[in-house]
């Protein structure tokens, strides 16, 4: 029985430490709605046209998803389709792996399941936590994800921004303010863990905030998109074992009946 919970306990680590956040950064809470066509109509947009030049959706297919969220074949192919792909194609690009590697450190992840994998609001937060980092090779980071290995595709979206730095006291392991042996002043810390606005984007801050909802919330759609049927389904299920119960019920009273 230990090595039962040890198991378990080892196979959710991954995933409670996706849920925390890189470094301990709290995550901006998102909630999904998979009613909303229109958002997730927005965010294959997004995704179609700030995505999809170096992620692919293997999984997926573009018929799918231009029938879930109520896209007309002929509509989705003039706006949404890739030159050169069919309708009916799984949703990959032409990025090479070797490719990928060489210009990022690592081939760009598929993004099919992302929102299951790392969590909406993972998804939702690191969208929004690109700064400004010159030490990078792409001149970017991420507070979420620090030192990640792909440009901001969003910044002239949502603008320049970078890390404020402010001065504050220091601590020990435990806690305990530090002080100067000399001169028994405190001594400070810079931490730079505040994201600022440096330059404008296209969008104002609230907008853009709607842009990585839309995203993520087709992301979401796309790592369970038979979820609606799914509820559905299962609501229908519910309601017929409660009235097989309840006609189970009396029939097992009736043939009782006589013996009790």
Not at 34 to 63: I, K, P
Not at 138 to 166: I, Y
Not at 200 to 226: I, K, R
Request: hydrophobic share 40%; proline share 5%.
């Amino acid at each position: 029985m230990k090595k039962f919970f040890a198991t378990i306990t080892l196979a959710l680590l991954p995933i409670l430490g996706f849920a925390a956040g890189g470094a301990g950064v709290e995550l901006k809470h998102m909630t999904v709605d998979l009613h909303d066509n229109a958002s997730m109509q927005r965010g294959l947009q997004t995704f179609s046209n700030y995505c999809m030049g170096c992620h692919a959706a293997g999984y997926a297919r573009y018929e799918r998803a231009a029938n879930d969220l109520g896209i007309p074949d002929d509509l989705f192919v003039a706006n949404l389709l890739p030159a050169g792909k069919k309708i009916g194609d799984l949703m990959t690009n032409s990025m090479e792996t070797a490719d990928g590697k060489a210009w990022f450190g690592a081939p760009p992840p598929d993004l099919t399941l992302i929102a299951r994998v790392r969590g909406k609001d993972w998804v939702y937060s690191y969208l929004q936590a690109f700064y400004e980092d010159e030490t990078r090779p792409w001149g970017v980071n991420n507070k979420v994800f620090p030192n990640v290995g792909m440009p901001n595709v969003l910044e002239s979206l949502q603008g320049v921004r970078h890390l404020a730095c402010t001065q504050a006291p220091a601590h020990d392991e435990h806690g305990k303010p530090l002080f100067d042996t000399l001169t028994g002043d405190a001594l400070t810390e810079e931490k730079c863990d505040v994201i600022s606005q440096k330059t404008e984007g296209q969008l104002s801050e609230e907008e853009f905030e709607q842009v990585a909802y839309d995203l993520t919330n087709f992301l979401a759609y796309m790592g369970e998109p038979s979820r609606l049927q799914s509820e559905a389904l299962g609501l229908k299920v519910l309601l017929f074992v409660i009235l097989f119960g309840i006609f189970a019920f009396l029939l097992n009273k009736e043939y009782w009946r006589e013996i009790h």
